[in-house]
C-alpha cells in the first residue's frame, strides 16, 4: 500500500493541531473490495520542535461505482464531509472526524483521513447498546426534523425518498428469488413463504401506510457493523447510502440487519420504545399510530434474506438465513 505522505502529513497537522515535518507509517487493512477499501495507517510523527507523537488513523479510498437507484452514492461521504453537517452531531451519535478529503477528478476517486476509534461494535454489542443506539437515533432524527438546519436543504447529494420502495420492487422483480418462495422446491417453512407472498399481495397498501410517516434524515446503513461505541457513545461509519426516507427506515436496520438471531424479538421490544422516546425529546409522534417497523424489515430483508438463503455455501450460513427469516416473520 503506497500512501501519499503529503496528503497524511496535512492529515495529522489537524489531528494534533501541531506543524509536523516528518512521518513514518505502516498500514494495516480494516475492509477491502473491488471499488473502495479502508486501511488502519498507524506510526509516528515528528514536530517542527522534535516532538515525536505516535499516532493511529484511518484512510478510505473510494471508486466510483454505480449502486443500483442510486448512481451518486459512491461520492456522497465526501460530499457530506466537505459539507456542515458534521455541526447537527451530538457527542452521543456523530461520525469519526475527517481530519482531509481529497478528491481526484481525473480517475473518479477519494480519499478520506478520518478519525480512528477503538471500541465495541458488530456481534460485540449488548442489548443495553442496542437501546442506547436507538434512543441516540431517535434524538437525532427528531432534532433535525423539528430544527431542519439550513444544512439539510444544502445537501445535493441524499438517495431518496422511494430508494426502499425502488430496492424492494427490484428484487421483488428476480425470478429466481420470486418463483422460489412459489414453487414445490422451496425448502423454506411455509409460514415463511406466506408471509412473504402476503406481502407481495399487500406491499401496495403497506407502501401507502409507511409513506404517511415523516420523512427524516437516514443513514440507510444503520446495522451493527457500522456502530462503534466507545466511552458511553456511538461513533456511525459508512454514509454512503444516507439520503431521505421514512421514520423508521434506519430502526428495522438496526433490529434486522445481521444481529444475534437469537436477541431479534429482544431487540425488536426493546429499539422500538427506545426510539420514540428519543424523538419525542424533540417532536410530537404522539399521533403516529401505526410506525410500521415491522413491515418495513419484511420490505427491506425479506427477499435479500431469500436471496443469500439460495446462495449460500455452507450449510451452517443457509441455516442462519433460514433462521433470520423465521425469527423475522
Known amino acids: 500500500m503506497n500512501i501519499k505522505h503529503e496528503e497524511l502529513i496535512y492529515a495529522l497537522r489537524q489531528y494534533f493541531k ?42 478510505k479510498i473510494q471508486k466510483k461505482w454505480e449502486r443500483y437507484g442510486d448512481p451518486g452514492s459512491w461520492r456522497r461521504e465526501y ?12 457527542e452521543a451519535l456523530r461520525w469519526p472526524t475527517c481530519y482531509h478529503a481529497e478528491f481526484n477528478a481525473e480517475v473518479n476517486e477519494y480519499h478520506l483521513w478520518l478519525e480512528y476509534i477503538d471500541g465495541v461494535s458488530g456481534l460485540k454489542l449488548t442489548g443495553d447498546m442496542y437501546e442506547k443506539a436507538a434512543l441516540e437515533l431517535g434524538r437525532f432524527q427528531g432534532r433535525l426534523y423539528a430544527e431542519q438546519p439550513a444544512v ?5 447529494n441524499l ?18 428469488v420470486y418463483d422460489y418462495i412459489r414453487s414445490e422446491d422451496c425448502e423454506l417453512p411455509l409460514h415463511v413463504r406466506q408471509m412473504l407472498i402476503d406481502i407481495d ?3 401496495d397498501g403497506i407502501f401507502a401506510r409507511i409513506e404517511k410517516l415523516p420523512l427524516v434524515l437516514c443513514h440507510r446503513d444503520f446495522w451493527v457493523a457500522n456502530l462503534i461505541y466507545a466511552d458511553g457513545n456511538f461513533a456511525l461509519i459508512d454514509w454512503d447510502t444516507s439520503g431521505w426516507g421514512y421514520l423508521g427506515e434506519d430502526l428495522a436496520s438496526l ?4 444481529p444475534d438471531i437469537d436477541q431479534m424479538a429482544e431487540y425488536y421490544r426493546r429499539c422500538i420504545p427506545a426510539y420514540y422516546k428519543g424523538l419525542l425529546e424533540y417532536t410530537d409522534v404522539s399521533k403516529i399510530e401505526d410506525h410500521c417497523v415491522y413491515e418495513i424489515i419484511l420490505l427491506v430483508f425479506g427477499y435479500r434474506l431469500v436471496d443469500g438463503y439460495l446462495h449460500a455455501v455452507a450449510d451452517q450460513e443457509k441455516t442462519d438465513y433460514a433462521r433470520t427469516l423465521q425469527k423475522n416473520l
Not at 480494516?30 to 506510526?43: I, K, M, R
Not at 460530499?79 to 451530538?90: E, I, P
Not at 439539510?152 to 445535493?156: D, E, F, I, M
Open 255 to 258: 433490529i434486522a440487519d445481521e
Open 152 to 156: 439539510l436543504q444544502s445537501l445535493n
Open 201 to 203: 399481495e399487500q406491499a
Open 159 to 176: 438517495s431518496e425518498a422511494d430508494l426502499m420502495k425502488n430496492k424492494y420492487l427490484h428484487y421483488r422483480s428476480w425470478p429466481v
Open 18 to 59: 501541531k506543524d509536523i515535518i516528518a512521518v513514518d507509517c505502516q498500514t494495516m487493512p480494516l475492509q477491502g473490495g473491488t471499488v473502495g477499501n479502508v486501511y488502519l495507517v498507524s506510526g509516528t510523527a515528528e514536530t517542527e520542535i522534535g516532538e515525536i507523537l505516535s499516532y493511529r488513523i484511518v484512510l
Open 79 to 90: 460530499d457530506l464531509y466537505s459539507s456542515d453537517l458534521g455541526a447537527t452531531f451530538s
